[in-house]
């Protein structure tokens, strides 16, 4: 096991009528400015109740950040803050608008151009390049990327991605409340399971580094989502199976599963350049390059995948290469039992998109993925070739 050292600050509020709790995680004379998405969060009283929590505090609303958000957006937020002296950021939303919420918050009291902080990529924005953050709590309303209870975020700026981190940016405290969340199209439920699925496996797949607390966390996430996944997309108001749901997307990205262990991402970074490129959701994406890949990269990720075979989907017959291939069949299977079409094709692109998106992994330096840099942009090709 790798040298580690684990932090996580975010309090969690859990289950039913959580968000009065709030009220006592604010400072009392907070001015707040409440963030939320394209409108799902009002229609469904979610900033209303918020607003009630908050009782006497002045609070302002700024609506309208966008799935995957944008630079342009989150900075008309900066400058609602500057200008009202915001105090405390209140994120209702899934992984888009608790992202932006992160960025606002680094944005704010960045002294130069914002655009800079898009090219930190994994390294911590620290305090000598922010020297203040404004401090967030959330209202998570999308089961999916752990960014309720983690220090990352994703930007759209131009045709890219851009991954920002920040240790100050991890929510003070996050709401998890499942009921909030069947309102949730089954399209996005079924996104969201396989960005949580993905998420563990891009921590857990590597090599065998003797971490077996973290390997087994990671097959128990596995196994909750294999057995909850389509319950969630077919019964949107199941509260047990969707309260499952939503632990297990949160824990797969917490950090405690990647503790002292390698990482791949490589499936995140491929997959940006498509949501970037052609604007497919973010869980879909995953769910189109990951088979793909683990095919590619078998021989690399060989010992783990055996392991995968056995423990997750009880693989016991056959050659060690049958069982291997069976579990990247049942990965497969597993994204399309939930409504996930898992080929570059059937999403109406052409062969061209290999192309179009080797390049712009080359335009934004992503030459040397996954956990032991073996993906170059030739390797990424035949993965995308595969995935077509
Ligand atoms: O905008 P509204 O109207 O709220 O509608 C949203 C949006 O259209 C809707 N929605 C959310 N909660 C709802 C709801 N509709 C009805 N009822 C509800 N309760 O769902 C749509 C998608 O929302 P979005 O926040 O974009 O989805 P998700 O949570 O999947 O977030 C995706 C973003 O997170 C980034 C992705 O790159 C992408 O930009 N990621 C962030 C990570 C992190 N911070 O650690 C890691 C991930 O790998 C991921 O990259
Ligand atoms: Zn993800």
Redesign the pocket.
């Known amino acids: 096991m790798f040298n580690f050292v684990f932090h996580n600050p975010t309090t969690i509020l859990f289950g039913k009528d959580q968000i009065k709790k709030i009220n006592q995680l604010v400072p009392a004379d907070a001015k707040v400015l409440i963030t939320?998405?394209?409108?799902?969060?009002k229609r469904?009283g979610v900033v209303d109740r918020v607003k009630a929590a908050l009782g006497n505090r002045e609070v302002l609303e700024f609506g309208g950040?966008?799935?995957?958000?944008h630079y342009e957006t989150l900075m008309k937020a900066v400058e609602v803050i500057r200008a009202e002296g915001i105090t405390f950021l209140m994120a209702v939303?899934?992984?888009?608008?608790?992202?932006g919420t992160?960025f606002i918050s680094l944005a704010t009291y960045y002294p130069k151009d914002a655009t800079d902080l898009l090219y930190y990529g994994f390294r911590d924005i620290t305090p000598d390049v922010v020297p203040q953050v404004i401090p967030i709590g959330t209202v998570l309303?999308?089961p999916?990327?752990?960014?309720e209870m983690?220090n990352?975020?994703?930007i759209?700026y131009g045709k890219g991605?851009f991954p920002v981190k920040s240790e100050r940016v991890y929510p003070q405290f996050s709401v998890l409340e499942p009921e909030?969340?069947?309102?949730?199209?089954p399209t996005?439920v079924a996104?969201?399971i396989a960005?949580a699925f993905v998420?563990t496996m891009e921590q857990y797949l590597t090599f065998p580094v003797d971490a077996r607390v973290q390997d087994r966390m990671a097959e128990g996430i596995l196994q909750t989502l294999i057995e909850v996944g389509k319950i969630n997309v077919e019964q949107p108001d199941n509260y047990d199976a969707r309260a499952n749901m939503v632990w297990a997307a949160t824990m797969a990205?917490n950090g405690l599963i990647g503790v002292g262990v390698p990482q791949d991402w490589a499936t995140?970074m491929i997959g940006?350049e498509l949501?970037a490129l052609y604007g497919i959701?973010?869980?879909k994406t995953l769910a189109i390059i990951y088979p793909a890949l683990l095919d590619v990269m078998k021989k690399q990720k060989f010992a783990k995948l055996l392991q995968y075979a056995a423990r997750v989907w009880n693989i016991s017959e056959g050659t060690d290469e049958e069982k291997a291939d069976a579990a990247i069949a049942k990965t497969r299977e597993f994204f399309e039992s939930l409504g996930i079409k898992t080929r570059i094709s059937e999403y109406g692109l052409n062969k061209t998109a290999v192309d179009e998106v080797v390049t712009q992994l080359e335009a934004h330096g992503m030459v040397k993925l996954s956990e032991t840099g073996a993906i170059t942009p030739d390797v990424a090709r035949v993965i995308l070739e595969k995935a077509y």
């Open positions: 939320y998405g394209g409108g799902s969060a469904n950040i966008e799935p995957n958000p939303g899934g992984g888009s608008v608790i992202d992160k309303t999308l999916a990327t752990g960014s983690n990352g975020g994703v759209s991605k909030i969340t069947f309102t949730l199209p996005q996104n969201g960005d998420h990205l995140h940006h949501t959701d973010h869980g």
